[in-house]
Nanobody, 125 residues
Framework: QVQLVESGGGSVQAGGSLRLSCAASVDPSTMYCMGWFRQAPGKEREGVASLYILGGHTEYSDSVKGRFTISQGNSKNTVYLQMNNLEPEDTAMYYC??????????????????WGQGTRVTVSS
């Protein structure tokens, strides 16, 4: 069982930055990929960034490409989402996700087996 704990959410003005953190409870060598998803009120959950742990390959949604960066911390069991130039449309609950099984590490929720409780991001105009 993998437990994921997100932190770093908050309220910022448009153009600002936030860094989200996701700490995993297991040995990072057991994880295959990690991702960040978000869900705005009244909308479906969407994938924004993914990281293939072993190879380092990353993928981003078109809506955040060039503004968000997913990375792994030095402790390896922590993944970050650096969010720059935030827009009001980025307002959502952000969730960390992980898979310990071989998947394609895409921006689809079905590629992940474990989820955090979420951290809220609010961007005001």
């Amino acid at each position: 069982q993998v437990q994921l704990v997100e932190s770093g959410g908050g309220s910022v003005q448009a153009g600002g930055s936030l860094r989200l953190s996701c700490a995993a409870s297991v040995d990072p060598s057991t994880m295959y990929c990690m991702g960040w998803f978000r869900q705005a009120p009244g909308k479906e959950r969407e994938g924004v960034a993914s990281l293939y742990i072993l190879g380092g390959h990353t993928e981003y949604s078109d809506s955040v490409k060039g503004r968000f960066t997913i990375s792994q911390g030095n402790s390896k069991n922590t993944v970050y989402l650096q969010m720059n130039n935030l827009e009001p449309e980025d307002t959502a609950m952000y969730y960390c996700a992980a898979s310990i099984q071989r998947t394609l590490c895409r921006l689809y929720s079905t590629d992940y087996s474990f989820w955090g409780q979420g951290t809220r991001v609010t961007v005001s105009s």
